[in-house]
């Protein structure tokens, strides 16, 4: 079946390095790309988000780039910080749906 | 401005047994959806709530139900606990604005239940 799915399970960097976090999605219909933190204990938390006429979209120390001829995603979290250690999902909705669908995720481990 | 808050935070069953959880969304948002995490996974979704309806919902069995009230508040009610049934119960809304174009953008969450079925 379709699926949202992640490449590694587990990254860790040091702090100040530069982390990216990829997804696989093979649902070709998926228009909408979403990326959430959830750290400890505490509910996802959005970051940043993509839709499917673009291939790039910054934020505050995060970039989202979409590749769609391979249906892939990533998240590039610049000059990484210990705070930004937790869980990062990517999630795809299909168009004209509320719901997104969410990926295993990918625990994010940042080294003083 | 409370953010989502769901009720209790945590609490253990037995097999068998019921369990109501609650959630009250953000000021402003009428759309309540509930998802369930096991450990280590993503959250599965398991219906949403619109105007007091079942708009849509994921693949649950009917033992999961839920409910919408008038100030846009939410229960979810789970039926003849199973084991597998542990987890941590998220409640997220989103308002009107995030339903404009495609896609639902931003979906707010709150801390999650934790049920512990024994």
Redesign the interface.
Known sequence: GES?GLHLPTLSVQEGDNSIINCAYSNSAS??F?WYKQES??????II?I?SNMDKRQGQRVTVLLNKTVKHLSLQIAATQPGDSAVY?C?E?K???????????TSLIVHP | DAGVTQSPTHLIKTRGQQVTLRCSPKSGHDTVSWYQQALGQGPQFIFQYYEEEERQRGNFPDRFSGHQFPNYSSELNVNALLLGDSALYLCASSSPENRQGAGIGELFFGEGSRLTVL
């Open positions: 949202v228009d909408y979403i204990g505490k509910g996802p938390q959005f988000d839709r999902f999630a909705n168009p004209g749906s509320y719901i997104p669908t969410f990926g295993r995720g």
